[in-house]
């Protein structure tokens, strides 16, 4: 069994320009509603996996809902959202 994509599937499956790659960006939720992970694309291109209460180079996260995760660093909170 292959492992590529078809290129058919890809081009329906993703969509350009959504994600800004010179950002820090929430690109998923997931887990239970009682343990809520976030998906976090980092500015270095790394994703990064948090929990509540997690401590991350991009800020502690203090809040995970359905639609964004909270981070707090150096007393500021930044909201991120799931794009599109």
Known sequence: MS??????VAAQ???SGVLNR????LIGIAGSTSAPRALILL???R???AKLGKKT???????INENTVV???GGRTTTLRLPG
């Open 71 to 73: 981070l707090k660093r």
């Open 22 to 25: 010179g950002t820090v960006t």
């Open 3 to 8: 492992n590529d994509t078809p290129a058919r």
């Open 43 to 45: 500015q270095s291109g």
């Open 13 to 15: 499956a993703t969509q």
């Open 57 to 63: 180079s991009v800020g502690t996260v203090i809040g």
């Open 47 to 49: 994703v990064i996996t």
